[in-house]
């Protein structure tokens, strides 16, 4: 664990604060302060925080407190707030601390180390003796509290909250004494633990998911639809509106379903949420929620924003619901009424605390017993739960195979088709649609983002009609099998370029972007070189922007050979470009 620093904000703090309400965007802000207001000024906040501190102009029923920020490498990782006296509400529930851990900073030890130096912090202040309170259901928080001597002086019901608290008395140099003794005795402190207990949970993007080899069996797919044992939820959520059919999965994965709801007690049975995920949906989730990372944390690498998006969607190469092998599921009763099961089906384990891991004890008691229910039935037929969410379980995919420890997965991702055929002028509008988007993904940050904003499909139909209708040249479709959809083009014709030797030109290849990665790019330069070569061209080019390092590294990897650079003037701002050639 890197060192933390637990301190009060200073002046020099304003950009690492405000950094820090971006990740409480999704939750109750007062965990993160009770002072800030959007448009308040720092400095003003910082005053207020003063004053509190040294009693003044306290609200009734307020006591003196410290607001201390916990800072980890110019990031703040959670607060602590150090009540200097108690008033007749702090004495029941509430005490002399309070604090809380980011959201992404959570399972790292922390909220350990945190209370640690806050109890030095409290003899600093001249208190001996401090009351510290919790809710019975945060076992985490009444853990920590126990790894340090503590007396726990009784447990009682609020009414308020409904719910059991915990109210602990802490002599301070007790506590310190003890952490020093035990720290000294082993090196492995509690909050290391924890961080071993976080990292055994083994994600789906781990590397060594990937490298399980896939020796598919050949089982037949199956239409749930034709099952008439499982309830399917035909209100389709956002990400199965994007499927033909989310209802299809392998054989052997609907006879263990239909085996698994027979486990279940009478009153209960499956609701099949959804099954097959075509590879080109789960591209498009994948990178939209990696998008929302990067906004929401600016700060994470790339690396942590995977690793967190993979908590909740699969990358492309690993996804186990485009084998066909994953379902994801709730429970219901014999009415078709979702029960309870802690969190709703699909929700994000950031927005929820991670209330989504199955294992997680944050949750009601009848949450608890219906998770216990579904993992016994899917367990008992040979099915693996992914541990961040609980509607989600597997068979016969990577994941499966390695936490079964089976020589190979029994299921490969069905990849999108394509067809490549000739462009007419009726597809004009879904070229125009291409063409648009993709300059729209393809080139933020690399071309002038207003221009950008201002790009419309209509300002593109026209340019597409008439490249249709253009005998000199050749533009080429790509249609995807599964949505008889056009996802992608390209156009080929004579060289427009006066300086160059070529005869022949790719003047653009466009693929939406969830498309990309399944050969469809590759198909259409294909299709367009070999009618190129028909045509008895000898020498083909193609100018990319020199920033647009994806589209380089294509055409270099279908053997562009380098040919020089030039620029290009788009509304008045010029762009470097450089030029490929191919020799027919």
């Not at 099949?272 to 998008?291: C, S």
């Not at 599921?329 to 009424?337: A, F, H, R, T, W």
């Not at 014709?493 to 653009?508: F, Q, T, V």
Request: include cysteine.
């Amino acid at each position: 664990m890197s060192k933390l620093n637990l301190r009060e904000l200073t002046k020099h703090d304003e950009k690492v604060f405000l950094d820090g309400l971006k990740d409480w965007e999704n939750e109750d802000l007062s965990w993160y302060t009770f002072v800030w207001k959007t448009g308040m000024n720092f400095f003003e906040h910082l005053e207020i925080l003063e004053q509190q501190k040294n009693k003044i102009n306290l609200q009734t029923g307020k006591v003196p407190s410290t607001m201390l920020y916990a800072f980890v490498e110019n990031k703040i990782v959670g607060r602590l707030s150090v009540r200097h006296e108690l008033n007749k509400g702090l004495l029941e529930r509430g005490g002399h601390l309070g604090y809380a851990v980011s959201p992404l900073a959570r399972n790292r030890g922390y909220a350990t180390e945190i209370y640690k130096q806050g109890l030095e912090f409290c003899r600093k202040l001249g208190l001996e003796k401090i009351l510290v309170t919790c809710s019975d259901q945060n076992t985490a928080s009444w853990k920590i509290i126990e790894k340090f001597p503590a007396h726990l002086e009784n447990r009682f019901h609020d009414t308020i909250k409904n719910e059991m608290v915990r109210r602990y008395w802490i002599n301070i140099n007790e506590a310190l004494t003890s952490s020093l003794q035990q720290t000294q005795k082993d090196d492995s402190s509690f909050e290391e633990s924890l961080m071993k207990l976080q990292n055994s949970l083994i994600l789906i993007s781990d590397s060594k998911v990937k490298e399980i080899p896939i020796v598919d069996n050949g089982d037949d797919w199956i239409d749930l639809n034709e099952i008439p044992e499982l309830n399917l939820d035909l209100e389709k959520h956002k990400i199965q509106s994007l499927s033909t059919n989310p209802f299809i999965l392998r054989k052997q994965v609907v006879e263990k379903l239909i085996l698994a709801q027979k486990q279940l007690p009478n009153s209960i049975k499956f609701q099949i949420k959804e099954g097959f995920r075509p590879l080109w949906v789960q591209n498009k989730f994948w990178k939209d929620y990696l998008r929302y990372l990067k906004h929401k944390f600016p700060l994470m690498n790339l690396l942590e924003v995977e690793e967190e998006a993979a908590k909740y969607i699969a990358p492309i190469s690993v996804a186990p619901h485009s084998t066909g092998g994953a379902v994801d599921l709730v429970l219901i009763d014999n009415n078709g009424v979702e029960l309870d099961m802690g969190t709703e089906f699909n929700a994000s384990p950031l927005k929820t605390n991670d209330r989504t891991y199955t294992g997680n004890t944050e949750i009601t008691k009848a949450a608890k017993a219906n998770r216990k229910i579904l993992k016994s039935a899917m367990q008992s037929v040979g099915f693996i739960n992914y541990p961040t969410e609980w509607w989600h379980w597997s068979f016969g995919d990577q994941y499966w195979a390695l936490m079964k420890n089976m020589p190979n997965a029994l299921y490969q991702r069905k990849v999108p088709q394509f067809n490549i055929r000739i462009a007419t002028v009726d597809d004009a509008l879904a070229r125009a649609q291409v063409h648009t988007v993709s300059w729209k993904s393809t080139y933020e940050g690399i071309i002038d983002q207003t221009y950008l904003d201002s790009l419309t499909v209509e300002q593109r139909i026209p340019g597409a009609k008439n490249r249709a209708l253009n005998p000199t040249l050749h533009c080429f479709v790509a249609v995807e099998f599964e949505t008889n959809r056009i996802v992608g083009f390209a156009d080929f014709g004579p060289c427009r370029e006066k300086n160059s030797d070529a005869d022949c030109e790719l003047y653009a290849i466009y693929i939406l972007e969830e498309f990309q990665g399944f050969q469809a790019g590759r198909l259409l330069f294909e299709k367009g070189l070999d009618k190129m070569k028909d045509l008895n061209y000898k020498k083909m080019m193609i100018s990319v922007l020199e920033n647009n390092h994806s589209a380089r590294s294509f055409y270099e990897k279908l053997g562009g050979h380098f040919d020089g650079t030039d620029f290009v003037d788009i509304q008045d701002i010029r762009y470097p470009t450089v030029t490929y050639i191919w020799v027919l």
